[in-house]
């Protein structure tokens, strides 16, 4: 089997990583408004693996005139799908990922996001951003099976954040826009997250976006416990 | 260039990424033993690309009869180095890493240490475990310019650990077999991880080992502090 076949393979494997666990105690206590009132939701913790988002016109460019995505596999947030189409992405010196996964539905701008072991493997340094945030980010070509992108910015590595609605922000004390932290334990591979950006609306679910170097990093698939924490509230020690 | 050339430039890039930052404050603070006396040293992070080990009779066997490793590229532990040699891990399904760095010197058993990354893409499910402790882990098959050798154990994910003298051991308060966690502050990517193995001895250099993933996780590239954090002493928030 060829290292194409092998990176095609550990996209699709990685695409439905996913844990969902209770969180128990601690986070709770945290927050004094809902201690001992309403318990935590359970909380769902997601591997992104990389994959672009196209527009309308990117998508026919790609994948011939009248094109449309075609959704393969729904996620987790309601209305967004992993595509059946993916895309090879070059980067300079002829660098490239042959296989990466389009997300649906478009978008108002095309955007590539990576792990960083991506990025280095295809020598782009790519910066940590959130989604939409890609001004002055470094380009790549994106070629597909009925034509060929050059794309001039927006190819990043997405910045940790943690979807949720504005119910469960206040169950957490926190608002659109704060900084939580995320602590993963797992045998002999614990890890906190800290920087997880809260994205807060009316309607999304409550789930935490990382990419696949965090992923196995703090070993998931192997997740005995999940919490979700405020960055600063309740901790004296020196983090 | 091949997929396969991308990888092999990325090993080489990636074995020499390493960070020396100094630490300031507060972990000295959680030391009551050290409090404003004596400065914590300089912290060395290094990451170690997928490499692997090998006892004397399997570098003749992979290499020819009379090989022996050839020294390319010092280690930051005195007498280690990076071997001018690499192998094949060949995984089940006819996967493959087709250039993984041997260290030396060699040792009294073969082992194979990939980041979770790798061992997707290989197909193996690599345990974590500390080098060394190899019994029940996965096997592989190795494939050198002169022969082949076939391990029925020894594959594994390293598990992140410290390196330190005695008297580094005594400042930080802790002893050889503790836990410790280590703090790197980055760019929007700031991690801690948390069971951090001490090996205190009598000569090592301090020195932190964290895999790929682990590194591109925090973004250690860009990583503007670091803190070596006893695991439980001086925090009272909810870690």
């Known amino acids: 089997m060829s290292a194409t076949a092998q990176l095609d393979r550990s996209i699709i494997e990685s695409i439905v990583r996913q844990i969902v666990l209770s969180q128990n105690g601690s986070a709770a206590k945290a927050s004094p408004q809902v201690a001992g009132q309403e318990s935590k939701p359970n909380l769902v913790v997601s591997i992104s693996a990389r994959h672009c988002h196209l527009t309308d016109e990117h998508v026919e460019v790609l994948f011939g005139p009248g094109a449309k995505l075609i959704p393969e596999k729904p996620l987790y947030q309601d209305g967004f799908y992993a595509a059946e189409q993916t895309v090879m992405v070059v980067g300079p010196r002829r660098r490239m990922l042959p296989t990466v996964r389009v997300l649906g539905p478009t978008r ?33 070509v994106l070629v597909g099976p009925k034509g060929v992108v050059e794309l001039s910015e927006g190819v990043i590595r997405a910045a940790r954040h943690v979807h949720m609605n504005n119910r469960d922000a206040e169950l957490y004390g926190v608002k659109n826009g704060d900084f939580m932290k995320l602590r993963i334990e797992s045998p002999q591979s614990t890890v906190v997250f800290e920087d997880l950006l809260v994205r807060a609306d009316a309607t999304s679910k409550l789930e935490v976006h990382i990419d696949t170097d965090e992923g196995n990093a703090c070993y998931l698939d192997g997740a005995t416990k999940v919490e979700l924490l405020k960055q600063k509230d309740g901790c004296k020690c020196q983090h």
Not at 120 to 129: Q, T
Request: with cysteine; proline share 9%; aromatic share 6%.
């Open 108 to 140: 108002p701008f095309s955007q590539v996001e990576l792990a960083f072991t991506d990025s280095i493997s295809l020598g782009i340094d790519a910066p940590v951003r959130h989604s939409g945030n890609i001004q002055g980010t470094p380009g790549c």
